[in-house]
């Protein structure tokens, strides 16, 4: 995966190996992704792919605008969240765990009226 710059605005992609082909992820698409012991889920809109990575790898390669991560397990794109509770956030209609050391980064990055 190419590292991408955070400055870049516009439709920001990669590609991920899926069996013998490559398919193209715009980071847009993506609601969420998690982590299954060596491998990560990226859960888009239309379909969840699974990749043979770290989440320490594939935050890197994410807009530092749209998405954060919540827990040791999960990233979130920012945009998608639909509501936040003391110990979960809802993406897609999904719980989502928010650790305690990721809920005041969390806060600090939403906009709160």
Do not use: W
């Not at 605008?65 to 003391?86: A, G, P």
């Amino acid at each position: 995966m190419k590292k991408i710059n955070p400055n870049n605005i516009g439709n920001i992609f990669f590609f991920i190996k899926v069996k013998k082909k490559l398919i193209k992820i715009k980071t847009q698409d993506i609601y969420m992704i998690n982590s299954i012991g060596d491998y990560v889920r990226i859960h888009t809109v239309k379909q969840k792919y699974t990749v043979h990575t770290t989440m320490k790898s594939i935050i890197s390669h994410l807009p530092i605008n749209d998405f954060i991560r919540v827990h040791q397990s999960h990233i979130v794109n920012i945009d998608k969240i639909t509501e936040i509770n003391y110990a979960n956030c809802i993406v897609n209609n999904q719980e989502i765990p928010i650790s305690i050391a990721e809920r005041k980064k969390l806060l600090n990055r939403i906009k709160i009226l």
